[in-house]
Structures are given as structure tokens and as C-alpha cells.
């Protein structure tokens, strides 16, 4: 966001001025919620809730609420505004209504209440909906979920994690049992689910258990058979997996396992991947030098490679090379600057917010 770059550097009011909407800008959600947030910034958490009320029938801007808002001890006022948004998703499926915006409604309800200390509310009251199907999405179920995990509410989360919810609640379940000392457990059950089931939905929580044990080439193995997937393959997991561990070598020779026929249909994010783990490596002459074979209008070369200059302490290098693609937004260059402590010159270098909302679609 463009009002950062004033705010980053202590200019508080000139960054609310350069961006307070006007009435028109009010009607936009996209801008109220830019607002809403430079306001909490600058400690004015009444107003931004203000600013965002109008809006609070989109499912989206619920959720900005509920971030925005937290630790700022305004949690009664947001679970008022939360009630009848949730109240109306129950009612939802009943009748029919599988569009209904605020979907999310239920979820953010107890989360709040959940952060305001109430957690057995929370859980009895997000229970008894997903018991009785009052809800609309599976985040819902995702959502209960990740609130008995975190709340070590093991009844609850075994009869979701192994009931007609497993597609949704093992994972959680199975790394609720490894967080209590029972991994083995965790492992066979999760086992027992893979071999029972065609759509591969419960590979990825026993990689991450294997990960987390050290045990990488059995965690490749069970990613393997997906990796030439269109839809749920694990390729681009394990190889995050292996470079979070340090081992970037694995992480290249499974990217680079890959046929031309592959790389050609995914070819952005194969080369951005395959620049990122030479320059996680630190290999930045020989990221620099794949980067410098690729075509130049591939989608993100140049950020990467501006990256890895800067990375490589080229930093003038890299201002000059995000200026001088005109693809590029320039709060990438101010972004660099500021990095850099260079914030005046990041002020200086940034578009008008007229400007900007000229360029844009919403503005």
C-alpha cells in the first residue's frame, strides 16, 4: 500500500491525508478496507470499524474486521456486529441459499469469542451447528477444527478428525495425537486413510509428519505418485518441505525430474522455482546466470532477479533493474529503498494516490 511509505517513516497524518476517501470512496470496499487498515495503523481502531460497518455483508471484509481488530480490546463491539451476520448464515442452508456472502460468518464468531477467552462457548456453539449441518462451506468445518487443535479438545477433534468429516478434520486429528507424544498412532492412522482413499486427500499431513521426523526421502516417496497431477499434486509442497530443511540439493534434483513437455506447461513456476532454491542456497551467480537464459517477459524475472541482487548487496543494481521494466509497480522500487533506509527518496519516487487510483479498476 502506497500511504505505508509515509507512514513507515513517522509522517502519520500526511499518510491519512493522502488517502481518506471521499464519499465516493466510501461506496468502494477495496478503498475503505485500505483505509481501515492505515487507521489502525495510526491507533484509530473506532473509526476504521466505522469505516467498514457499511460493508460487513461481504464475506471478505467481515474477515478484514475480525484481523484489524485484534488486540485492540474491541472484541464485544465485533462479536455484536458478528451476531446476526452468523445467525443468518445458520438459517442459510435450511433454505437454500448456498450464495449467501457472509459464508464465513460462524467461523469469525468463534474466533472471536475464542480470542476474548470464551473457548468452551466457541466450541459448543461452532459444534452444534457443524452437528446439525447449519453451515454453508467447508472453511466451517476447517475452522472447528483448527479451534479444537488448539484448545486440545481430543474427543471432539477424534469424532470429526474419523467420522463423515475425516476429508477435513484427520489432518488436525492426527497432528493433535503426534503434539501429545503418540506419533505412531498418528502415522497408522493416516496410513490407513491413504490406502482407503483415491483422491489422495490425507498425503500431505503424513509428509509433514515425516518432515518433522527427518524422515525427507520416505516424505518424497509419499508425494511421488502426484507429482505429475494436474489437480492435487504435492510437487511444489515437498520441494517448500526440503528447502524449509535445508536441503535445497533434494528440493533442485526433484524440480529438475520434470520433462520438457512439464516445463513447458508450467514454465513461470518452474524457472521462479528453480531461481528461488539456487538463491535460498545462496547460489546467486548461478541463479543469476539461469535467469539471464530465460525469456525476458517471463512472469516474475525480474523482481526474482532484482531480489538476488539485492540479496548479493547489488542494491543500485537491483533499483535499476525494477525501473526500468514498466511492468513492474513501482512500490517494488520504493519497497527496496526503504529497506535500504532510503525512505525520503521512496516518498519522492511514488506515484500521487490520484495517480494510482487513476491507473486502477476500482478507483
Known sequence: MAADIPLQSGQVQRALDWVRPDDVGLASERICRDFAELLVKAGQVDEAIAVLTPHLDRSWLLSVLVKLTEGQNRDERVLELLAPKAERARRARGEARWNFEASNAQDLQAQVLERAGRVDEAVRVLGADIAADRFLVQNTLTAYAELLQRNRHMDE???????????????????????????????????????????DHFRWPLIELLGRQGRFEEAIEVGRPTFDYHDACLLEGVIHLLAEAGRFDDALAILDERDAEYIDEHASWFHMNRIGLLSEAGRYVEALAYAKTLPTDLYGLTSSSAWILEQSGRVEEALGLLRADADVEAWEAAALLVRHGRADEAIDSMPSIADLRAASRWG
Open 157 to 199: 477433534l477424534r469424532e470429526l478428525g474419523i467420522g463423515k468429516h475425516a476429508h477435513v478434520g484427520l489432518p488436525y486429528y492426527a497432528r493433535a495425537l503426534e503434539d501429545h507424544g503418540r506419533s505412531d498412532e498418528a502415522e497408522t492412522v493416516l496410513r490407513r486413510f491413504i490406502a482407503a482413499d483415491e483422491w
